[in-house]
């Protein structure tokens, strides 16, 4: 599985942006998928997950209520919809996936197994 994130850039505090992450292979529909950030001298943190139906999804405490996250498998996409951004929010946001088929998301980071190479989320206050 190959992933490819798009969509981040510079907003003002209070807007929003869209990630996509595209994703090769036939097995992207089968696969949970999740959003981790990192922020310059920080540990890399879940953002959020979605399982391989899209019928469950989890997020972090920090982004809850302002961020969604979505799929569609017809297109191998996955979404971050980032509203209500804030400066704490700037960071390089990644994508990743499960290897496991049809398992359900997961909150840690770490056992994710495919990974982007990120896009920059920077929001100005």
């Known amino acids: 599985v190959q992933l490819v994130e798009s969509g981040g850039g510079l907003v003002q505090a209070g807007g929003s942006l869209r990630l996509s992450c595209a994703a090769s292979?036939?097995?992207?529909?089968?696969?949970?998928m999740a959003w981790s950030r990192q922020a310059p001298g920080q540990e890399r943190e879940f953002v959020a997950a979605?399982?391989?139906?899209?019928?469950?999804?989890y997020y972090a405490d920090s982004v809850k209520g302002r961020f969604t996250i979505s799929r569609d498998n017809a297109k191998n996409t996955v979404y971050l919809q980032m509203n209500s951004l804030k400066a704490e929010d700037t960071a390089v946001y990644y994508c990743a996936a499960d290897r496991l088929l049809r398992a359900g998301a997961r909150t840690n980071s770490n056992e994710y197994d495919f990974w982007g190479q990120g896009t920059q989320v920077t929001v100005s206050s």
């Open positions: 979605i399982n391989w139906s899209g019928t469950t999804t």
């Open positions: 292979g036939r097995t992207f529909s089968r696969s949970a």
